[in-house]
């Protein structure tokens, strides 16, 4: 069993950084791949970023790619998503997610654990 807490969201102006931290209790976390997904007002939850378990392979969404960073520090069971050049369209709820293994890295069904979610909100 794995928990997810996130952390650092908040309010940020357009154009602004945010790093955004997942923090997993239990064991073997270098054994996850970890996700990061979103959810904006009135929409569906949407694919933002992945790594692999060592950290070697990173993947992003189009919409992200270039200005978000993803990266994991093992021995502190600590996912990061560094954001920068922040707009609007990047309001909304993020999610850090785990999965064991994975054939699909942007699809949610194949991740197992979930995280409650951190608000960010980007003001123009």
């Known amino acids: 069993q794995v928990q997810l807490v996130e952390s650092g969201g908040g309010l940020v102006q357009a154009g602004g950084s945010l790093r955004l931290a997942c923090t997993a209790s239990?064991?073997?976390?270098?054994?996850?791949?970890m996700g990061w997904f979103r959810q904006a007002p009135g929409k569906e939850r949407e694919f933002v970023s992945t790594i692999r378990q060592t950290g070697g392979g990173t993947y992003y969404a189009d919409s992200v790619k270039g200005r978000f960073t993803v990266s994991r520090d093992n021995a502190k069971n600590t996912v990061y998503l560094q954001m920068n050049s922040l707009g609007p369209e990047d309001t909304g709820n993020y999610y850090c997610?785990?999965?064991?293994?994975?054939?699909?890295?942007?699809?949610?069904?194949?991740?197992?654990?979930w995280g409650q979610g951190t608000q960010v909100t980007v003001s123009s």
């Open positions: 239990g064991r073997y976390f270098s054994r996850y791949v």
């Open positions: 997610a785990a999965a064991s293994r994975i054939a699909s890295y942007s699809r949610e069904a194949e991740y197992d654990y």
